[in-house]
């Protein structure tokens, strides 16, 4: 779809968020209602993932004038899994820009699941979109570097400026996700058989996978979705991380495919742009207001947290979050009408 936009300013429109008191009430809240909440299962197809402790629960909301507000384990780290896809592709966006992303990764939802090779043979070795496995892996081998080391090195300081601090490997799992990556790597071989990717695919993969590995808790995924909020700038350390056309196109994405084949259903009773990883996080942005992380290790059938799916959908309600929510205009008095 082409469009033409010259000459026309880019206008925002966000609001508020209730006062401090207000939101502390609210993740408290989000956290105490659902913390006995006990479905869902802990990911195993990754050997070091099932030995999580399913009980871990922790609710943050970073707003993006600095303010943090958080309950339960909102500080305990684990791996960032798949949350890394967005914050690749933002950093990606950054450096290419908008068409050449778009073309070469895709936006479009496959409607199936994350790690799937049939729904990249249907599309000619189009990834689709970058939050899904094959489209993660073609924004990874986009980001700048001459090797492999160069491009890691690209990730961590990326994924740290987002989280406002210097983020770790977690080599255990790096080396857990090494052993049973097979089906990213045949991801990884097919692209470069189509012409997706112009590097190494097993070096791509292994860059892909220590991304994946990444420590971070519910608060510093709060801080990184507050970022994508408040056009780039991190409001913790005020540094403008990407730009605000990169946090409108990088939304736009997460809205869509972020929570994989149930990204319609998060929108529909949600209705915010977010992303999920199978370590049980969470990052939710609800632009121009704030950023949210949840963590809970428990997940339903198509790998997002239970627990951070029903405190997300309470904050988006209680906080008056929901992009699409509306209320009546108040109408105008006869006597208003009649001048």
Known sequence: ??????????????????????????VAAAHSRNRSAGSGEVADYIPILAEADPELFGVCVAEVDGAVHSAGD???EFSIQSISKAFVYALVCEEFGHEVVRDRVGVNNTGLAFNSVVALELNEGHPMNPMVNAGAIATTALMPGRTADDRWAAVITGLSRFAGRPLELDDVVYRSETATNHRNRAIAGLLES???IDVDPLEIVDVYT??????????DLAVMGATLADGGVNPVTGEQVVSAEVC??????????????????????????GKSGVAGGIVTIAPGKAGIGVFSPRLDSAGNSVRGQRATAYLSRALGLNVFASGPHPRRSTSEEAR
């Not at 779809?1 to 609210?26: I, K, N």
């Not at 220590?210 to 608060?219: H, I, N, S």
């Not at 409108?248 to 742009?273: C, H, K, N, Q």
């Open 248 to 273: 409108r196109d990088t939304l736009a994405v997460m809205a869509s495919t972020g929570l994989y084949e149930r990204s319609g259903e998060w929108l529909f009773e949600i209705g915010l742009p």
């Open 194 to 196: 189509y012409g997706r």
């Open 210 to 219: 220590r991304q994946c590995a990444l420590l971070v808790t519910a608060r």
């Open 1 to 26: 779809m082409e469009l033409d936009f010259e000459g026309v300013a880019q206008r925002v429109s966000t609001g508020l968020l209730p006062g401090w008191d207000a939101v502390e009430e609210h």
């Open 74 to 76: 909102a500080d305990v």
